[in-house]
């Protein structure tokens, strides 16, 4: 998957408040979405640009979604009527994000009209829901810091993990290699990453094959120290045994 410069730009510093958080996040957004609609307009159906979205959507805006939901907003103490009326916008950002998804996966029952609606349509969602949840919060005299400083993962590592190259050096700390493991779950059949750093990785592979026992292979490229380098590929699912006619 590829990383867009605006990601690579964010990538430098992580947000520190909410606003600043929500900047990040549309900006991702827009980022994936724009390239849909584009293409949906001209009667073209964008695989890998909606692929990409759309991963992003469900990596990135669902947790988002889940943070502010079970750590920002506890964090400041929000009234019961207030987190009502944001698990109710979280749930259409849901249903939303959970049509562009089954255009991915039902592609026969979307025509590229319908496919350029629900787009901007996700994007209409998500940003009356940001900007009313700003607004609420400056009414409210508060400034939350961003989830990623309430313990989250930062969405400027989003794409420092999701290329063929992940450098464990820049996503430092046990939230730096649980973003690395979450990823490495969602490889495809056959997909590989090679991963480098400055410690010893193999704690990482220790949890990725008690998750998935001989899901995945990993041949190691080089031995720290100075510098360790391993390649892991995900193996496709085995095959079910067929019982032969007696």
């Not at 820049?170 to 290699?177: E, F, S, V, W």
Request: glycine share 6%.
């Amino acid at each position: 998957m590829s990383d867009t410069g605006e990601d690579r730009d964010a990538a430098d510093e992580v947000a520190a408040s909410l606003v600043e958080e929500h900047a990040v996040l549309r900006q991702a957004v827009h980022a994936r979405a724009d390239p849909v609609i584009r293409a949906a307009a001209t009667g073209t159906w964008p695989v890998t640009e909606l692929n990409e979205l759309v991963n992003y959507l469900q990596v990135e805006v669902l947790r988002q979604i889940a943070d502010e939901e079970w750590l920002l907003f506890r964090a400041a103490r929000s009234a019961s009527d207030e987190l009502a009326a944001l698990r109710r916008d979280h749930l259409e950002l849901r249903l939303a994000i959970d049509r562009l998804t089954e255009a991915v996966t039902a592609r026969a029952c979307f025509s590229t009209a319908q496919l350029g609606a629900a787009t901007r349509d996700l994007l209409d969602q998500l940003e009356q829901h940001l900007r009313a949840e700003e607004q609420q919060l400056e009414a409210a005299g508060e400034h939350p810091a961003s989830t990623a400083s309430l313990g989250s993962q930062p969405h400027e590592w989003y794409p420092l993990t999701e290329g063929p190259l992940i450098d464990l050096d820049q996503l430092p700390g046990p939230t730096g290699a649980d973003a690395v493991f979450d990823r490495l779950l969602r490889l495809r059949a056959d997909e590989q990453v090679q991963i480098i750093s400055g410690t010893d990785p193999s704690p990482l592979w220790r949890r990725l094959s008690y998750a998935d026992p001989g899901g995945y292979g990993m041949a190691v490229l080089r031995k720290g120290p100075p510098r360790w380098e391993i390649e892991i590929v995900k193996r496709p699912p085995a095959q079910p045994l067929v019982a032969q006619p007696g």
